[in-house]
């Protein structure tokens, strides 16, 4: 697609349900990464992917959070056991070059997540 | 540990005023990256300008430059001839040696017409 997809756009969970969020980011870019937002708050760094390699993962909050990648494209982030700390805005970026600091960072358009 | 800082929460122009949004950081690295991005209410950040901090010159992006202060570690943001469609959160954001983008809180740019 011409930008980076992310679904669903909305996703309201009770608390202890797990969750899977989804993005497909922009065809032939190397780099992706997931970003936490919380309200009012700037978008914090939670892990990121070289193609299918899942090369940095230390801002991933706890164990309940994982990230896979496994062919190199359409990425999900899940939660498990969600938690109402856990709402807020997810973001996914995509970059064309494997240093993703580097060069531009393309975003989607976030998933609101609420736990009730 | 990196970090960046936006004292200003909120901010307002008018229209075909000039604006400065403000920036500060910290890093221990000497080769780095830093971004403005514009997240609009739709939610999707934009790019607005990146400078790398090995260029003394200052980036320009046509109405969009920043004064790189790299001695005080800082990174402002003017707009000039504001527009409508400039209203959004701005997002300072600093890159280094790791994979990750580091945001400030963000400023909020109200244009008034």
């Known amino acids: 697609g011409a930008g980076v997809s992310q679904s669903p756009r909305y996703k309201v969970a009770k608390r202890g349900q797990d969750v899977a969020l989804r993005c497909d980011p922009i065809s032939g870019h190397v780099s992706l990464f997931w970003y936490q937002q919380a309200l009012g708050q700037g978008p914090e760094f939670l892990t990121y992917?070289?193609?299918?390699?899942?090369?940095?993962k230390s801002g991933l909050p706890s164990d309940r959070f994982f990230a896979e990648r496994p062919e190199g494209s359409v990425s999900t982030l899940k939660i498990q056991r969600t938690q109402q700390e856990d709402s807020a805005v997810y973001l996914c970026?995509?970059?064309?070059?494997?240093?993703?600091?580097?060069?531009?960072?393309?975003f989607g358009e976030g998933s609101r997540l609420t736990v009730l | 540990a990196q970090t960046v800082t936006q004292s200003q929460p909120e901010m307002s122009v008018q229209e075909a005023e000039t604006v400065t949004l403000s920036c500060t950081y910290d890093t221990s690295e000497s080769d780095y990256y830093l971004f403005w991005y514009k997240q609009p209410p739709s939610r999707q950040m934009i790019l607005v300008i990146r400078q790398e901090a090995y260029k003394q010159q200052n980036a320009t992006e046509n109405r969009f430059s920043v004064n790189f202060q790299k001695a005080a570690k800082s990174f402002s943001l003017k707009i000039s001839d504001s527009q409508l469609g400039d209203a959004a959160m701005y997002f300072c954001a600093l890159g280094g040696a790791t994979n990750k983008l580091i945001f400030g809180t963000g400023t909020l740019l109200a244009v008034q017409p």
């Open positions: 992917f070289q193609n299918e390699a899942q090369l940095d």
């Open positions: 970026a995509s970059s064309l070059r494997a240093s993703g600091s580097v060069g531009e960072l393309f």
